[in-house]
């Protein structure tokens, strides 16, 4: 059984760890993946910072205090309120409303990842990396059978395992993380070749990565997932990303 973990407070001015995320081009999509995944197509994207670990509930307190937003609904929950765990339940707005109060703190631009940019990071270089370790499957990934093998029941606390070559932990797994695209199955097949928004419009929010109540906890690099922007689940949240000016 996971452990249940005491709350502790947040600490008083806490910032996130961003690490550099070099500009460069990668394939996007995979064959051996869903449809939605096809076709696959090379894609450049220009440099940004990327958040080393899922927003935390220790980093989400700080902005519920000091913007009077109102607490997620597990908040509170025993096996979800541990400082270290990613904050779940949240929308895609709360996520928005985070990184608008992050870029007014810190006088930089944050906000949530495009498709392409979270893709582009997980895969960190490699194009041919089915996940962010590597290709050989989750029962093969010796750090899988240590941490998601038996009884699950939350998320695990973030960066405890090894991150991956760009500096980043639990990509692919533990929870959910909302991107900036409007989601739309076939937009493949109509992306642009440099830096790719997204479809202007749509009725679902993409997502990416995988989820501690999954049967398989961790999700490919190219696997796309997606769900209305108001929805709040317990295996969702969020990492941010910060422009480079």
Not at 61 to 83: K, M, Q, V, Y
Not at 145 to 168: C, I, K, M, Q, Y
Request: charged share 25%.
């Amino acid at each position: 059984m996971q452990t249940i973990f005491k709350k502790e407070p947040a600490a008083p001015g806490l910032k996130p760890e961003f690490v550099l995320i070099p500009g460069g081009e990668f394939v996007m999509g995979c064959d051996q993946g869903r449809d939605e995944e096809r076709p696959i197509h090379r894609v450049w994207v220009d440099r940004f910072e990327m958040c080393a670990t899922q927003v935390r509930n220790l980093d989400y307190a700080l902005f519920l205090r000091a913007a009077s937003h109102p607490e997620p609904a597990l908040w509170h929950n025993a096996g979800f309120d541990h400082p270290s765990q990613p904050v779940v339940a949240v929308s895609w707005f709360d996520a928005i409303a985070y990184c608008d109060w992050l870029s007014d703190m810190s006088g930089s631009r944050c906000r949530l990842p495009t498709e392409a940019e979270w893709e582009y990071a997980a895969k960190a270089g490699r194009d041919d990396a089915l996940y962010s370790w590597g290709s050989s499957s989750p029962q093969d990934w010796p750090e899988y059978r240590d941490r998601w093998l038996g009884e699950v029941s939350a998320p695990l606390p973030v960066g405890a395992g090894t991150p991956n070559p760009f500096g980043l932990y639990d990509m692919g797994e533990n929870v959910h993380e909302w991107c900036s695209d409007w989601y739309d199955p076939a937009y493949y097949a109509v992306s642009p070749s440099r830096n790719p928004q997204g479809p202007t419009a749509g009725e679902r929010r993409a997502s990416r990565g995988g989820s501690w109540r999954h049967q398989i906890k961790v999700s490919r690099c190219a696997a796309r997932s997606s769900i209305p922007p108001h929805f709040r689940y317990a295996d969702y949240g969020f990492r941010v990303v910060r422009e480079i000016r």
